[in-house]
């Protein structure tokens, strides 16, 4: 399984992507997340799914912006070219994919600025090459292991939260996968961009670099369920008491 999260927020862009790959018994660590750059053109990419898919449509993607980058004035168009190649991909390999019981699951979260945007710009692309664009009602996306992260995200992050505010906050919402699923871990690929910066900065964050902010967040939630209001409580816990005195 896998755990990427893309936010779009006001200042920027960011995008988290673990590194755990498990197949059957056997567990891996590999990049799922690639930033490509030219001048005035940023954009990730970041991917769940089959390993093999992956890397074969990356590797695509690739020789198409080396070769077509110029035509690629708006992020949207390179998301359309990044599809075509995963389209590409299932007619190669689809029909194999499935003979051998296997799913063709390729998912991505595209993010960035190309020179024409009138913003940053976050995508959705689903296995069929469609894609939906993220905007500010619901301002990110995870693919991969979506559930234990989600309530976080959806009660503390908004389109106004800061850069650094939404990384503390995506970092917590892996941190509450990690501790509920066995396949999502570290080491964790961290990339931000600021608006009309035309630049993607990329981080590792080790498992002993967010120890103590692990333990920390934990403790805080411990001693705010204690401090939680307990009169609610009462009546129900009265019923409890006269059945049991009956």
Same mark, same amino acid.
Not at 61 to 69: M, N, T, Y
Not at 106 to 119: P, R, S, T
């Given at each position: #399984? $896998?755990?990427c999260?893309?936010?779009? =927020? /006001?200042?920027?862009?960011? /995008?988290?992507? @673990?590194?755990?790959? $498990?197949s059957?018994?056997?567990?891996? !660590? &590999?990049?799922k997340?690639? =930033? +490509?750059?030219?001048?005035? +053109?940023?954009?990730?990419?970041m $991917?769940?799914?089959?390993?093999?898919?992956r @890397?074969? /449509?990356?590797?695509?993607f690739?020789?198409?912006?080396?070769?077509?980058?110029?035509?690629?004035?708006k992020?949207?168009?390179?998301?359309?070219?990044?599809?075509?190649? =995963?389209?590409r991909?299932?007619?190669? @390999?689809?029909?194999?994919?499935? /003979?051998?019981?296997?799913n063709? &699951?390729?998912?991505?979260i595209?993010g960035?600025?190309?020179?024409?945007d009138?913003?940053?710009?976050?995508?959705?692309?689903?296995?069929?090459?469609?894609?939906?664009?993220?905007?500010?009602?619901?301002? %990110?996306?995870?693919?991969?292991?979506?559930?234990y992260?989600?309530?976080?995200? %959806?009660r503390n992050? !908004?389109?106004?939260?800061?850069?650094?505010?939404?990384?503390?906050i995506?970092?917590?919402?892996?941190?509450?996968t990690?501790?509920?699923?066995?396949?999502?871990?570290?080491?964790?690929? =961290?990339?931000?961009?600021?608006? @009309?910066?035309?630049?993607?900065?990329?981080?590792?964050l080790?498992?002993?670099? #967010?120890d103590?902010?692990?333990h920390?967040?934990?403790?805080?939630?411990?001693n705010?369920?204690?401090?939680?209001?307990?009169?609610w409580?009462?009546?129900?816990?009265?019923?409890?008491?006269?059945?049991?005195?009956?």
């Amino acid at each position: #399984m $896998t755990y990427c999260l893309g936010i779009k =927020v /006001a200042s920027g862009l960011v /995008a988290i992507a @673990d590194r755990r790959l $498990t197949s059957g018994s056997e567990v891996s !660590s &590999n990049r799922k997340i690639s =930033v +490509h750059e030219v001048e005035n +053109h940023s954009l990730f990419i970041m $991917t769940s799914g089959l390993r093999s898919v992956r @890397d074969k /449509a990356i590797t695509y993607f690739k020789e198409v912006i080396s070769e077509q980058d110029r035509s690629f004035n708006k992020l949207y168009k390179a998301v359309n070219a990044f599809g075509e190649q =995963v389209k590409r991909v299932a007619q190669e @390999d689809k029909e194999s994919i499935t /003979a051998s019981g296997l799913n063709f &699951n390729l998912n991505a979260i595209v993010g960035g600025q190309l020179e024409d945007d009138e913003e940053h710009k976050l995508f959705m692309l689903y296995p069929e090459g469609n894609w939906v664009e993220v905007d500010q009602g619901s301002p %990110f996306k995870i693919i991969g292991n979506s559930g234990y992260g989600k309530p976080l995200l %959806f009660r503390n992050l !908004s389109y106004e939260t800061s850069l650094p505010e939404a990384l503390k906050i995506g970092f917590l919402a892996f941190d509450a996968t990690r501790v509920s699923a066995n396949d999502v871990d570290y080491p964790l690929d =961290v990339v931000i961009y600021p608006k @009309d910066s035309f630049h993607m900065t990329e981080y590792r964050l080790e498992k002993e670099d #967010m120890d103590e902010v692990s333990h920390q967040w934990s403790a805080l939630l411990s001693n705010s369920v204690r401090k939680l209001p307990t009169d609610w409580m009462d009546p129900i816990f009265e019923k409890v008491r006269s059945v049991k005195n009956v």
